[in-house]
Structure formats: structure tokens, C-alpha cells
């Protein structure tokens, strides 16, 4: 009972993180067609996306036993463990509003976070599993959470503007 009980608290928690983390960046409008930063908002949301994704999998699969209790702990650990890297990096994402020197380093800083966590849930999470099909389709959902931090990594590369001087 009370192992049941951690585990409600624990998914509580969860969405409420995910929700908040859903609140994230959208960029309509709000910036010119070549402002990185819209490229950025949209992998940042694919990437809460389809931790959202994962999160309503996993239940899928655990509701109908091909994951054991056991594994399912896991994957939520982890998923918050990512959740929480993803919602810490969009919000600096959101307050960014030029990727200068000093914010890219901060966000790199933070992406680094996000991408030890997709690792670990990956490496830890989903390929344990022992349910080939329960792997198959989390291995599907994590393909998009690839693919946006794919994307995201692509400012450790991207060059800053030049400082215009000042007359």
C-alpha cells in the first residue's frame, strides 16, 4: 500500500512538471525568420512533446503488464530526471532574447544537463526493457526526442553575431 502510494505521489509530480514544462516557448511571430532562437523554441517543445509522449506510453504499457513494476519506477524516474532538464532548459531558453557569449554558455550549460538525462533514460530506461514490444515502442517515441535534441545541440556550433563597435 504504501509503495502505491509513492508511486501516485510520484506520478503527481510528474505531470505537474510536465504541465508546466507544456507552457513552454512558442515562437508565432515573435521572431524574424533568421533568429535561431525560433529553431530552438520549436526543438524545445518536439522535445517536451515527446516526453509527454513517452510519459502516456509508459502507462499504456504498464496498464497492460508488459512493463513490471520494476521497470516502470524506472522510466518515471528517469522521465522526471529529463522532464526536469527540459523545463529548466526552455524556461532560459524563454528568457533569452539575444544568443550572446553569455547566453549561449549558459545554455549549453543547461543543454548538457538535457542531453545526460535523454542518455540516461535511453541507456538505463528503455533499452533494459525486457518486453521486446514495450521496447519497440518507446524506442519509436524516443526517436523524437532524438531528433529535437539533434537539433538543440546544433548551438554548440552555431556562430554568434558580430559585435558591431561602438562609435
Do not use: H, W
Not at 506520478?11 to 512538471?17: D, F, H, R, W
Not at 524516474?77 to 553569455?102: C, I, M, P, S, Y
Amino acid at each position: 500500500m504504501r509503495q502505491r502510494k509513492m508511486r501516485a505521489t510520484t506520478l503527481a509530480l510528474l505531470m505537474l512538471v510536465l504541465v508546466l514544462s507544456s507552457l513552454s516557448f512558442k515562437c508565432a511571430g515573435g521572431c524574424a525568420d533568421t533568429d535561431p532562437r525560433c529553431n530552438y523554441a520549436k526543438a524545445a517543445d518536439d522535445l517536451a512533446g515527446g516526453i509527454s509522449a513517452m510519459i502516456d506510453a509508459k502507462r499504456s504499457l504498464a496498464a497492460k503488464k508488459r512493463i513490471s513494476a520494476d521497470e516502470e519506477l524506472k522510466l518515471t524516474q528517469l522521465l522526471t530526471a529529463a522532464n526536469e532538464a527540459t523545463t529548466v532548459f526552455n524556461n532560459r531558453l524563454k528568457t533569452t532574447t539575444t544568443l550572446d557569449a553569455t547566453s549561449r554558455t549558459d545554455l549549453l550549460s543547461l543543454l548538457a544537463n538535457v542531453t545526460s538525462a535523454i542518455d540516461e533514460l535511453n541507456n538505463s530506461g528503455v533499452l533494459r526493457l525486457g518486453n521486446a514490444d514495450a521496447k519497440q515502442k518507446l524506442t519509436r517515441v524516443f526517436g523524437t526526442i532524438s531528433r529535437a535534441v539533434n537539433i538543440l545541440v546544433q548551438l554548440r556550433t552555431q556562430a554568434l553575431p558580430t559585435p558591431k563597435p561602438t562609435p
